[in-house]
Nanobody
Framework: QAQLAESGGGLVQPGGSLRLSCAAS????????LGWFRQAPGKEREGVSCIRTGGGTTNYADSVKGRFTISRDNAKNTGNLQMNSLKPEDTAVYYC??????????????????????WGQGTQVTVSS
């Protein structure tokens, strides 16, 4: 059964770090663009970061640039989102998703959420003192 599973969420103090992981199974992860999205209470889901198949193209939302780093290991069918210097406004449910559309992740343009067709169940990240 094809699925994505996030892990690594939790409660962290402001300024702290978390590393989210996305494990893919049942499909060819290495051929797909990986994206991370988040949805805070009462807000629309937003794109956080994405990385194309070979890892040469990445994209970050302005709000996380310089603090978050996306990576992937195609041999292990996993992707990661390293989140440093976390802020209370980073609190949200974080989702990983994949897309077969190469335009789903372009370095200079906002992530194209509608192009991501397979999603994980999400993991909660709470940044609070």
């Amino acid at each position: 059964q094809a699925q994505l599973a996030e892990s690594g969420g939790g409660l962290v103090q402001p300024g702290g770090s978390l590393r989210l992981s996305c494990a893919a199974s049942g499909f060819s992860f290495g051929y797909l663009t990986l994206g991370w999205f988040r949805q805070a209470p009462g807000k629309e889901r937003e794109g956080v970061s994405c990385i194309r198949t070979g890892g040469g193209t990445t994209n970050y939302a302005d709000s996380v640039k310089g603090r978050f780093t996306i990576s992937r290991d195609n041999a292990k069918n996993t992707g990661n989102l390293q989140m440093n210097s976390l802020k209370p406004e980073d609190t949200a449910v974080y989702y990983c998703a994949v897309s077969a559309d190469p335009t789903a992740c372009i370095a200079t343009l906002p992530m194209k959420e509608e192009a991501y067709r397979r999603w994980g169940q999400g993991t909660q990240v709470t940044v609070s003192s």
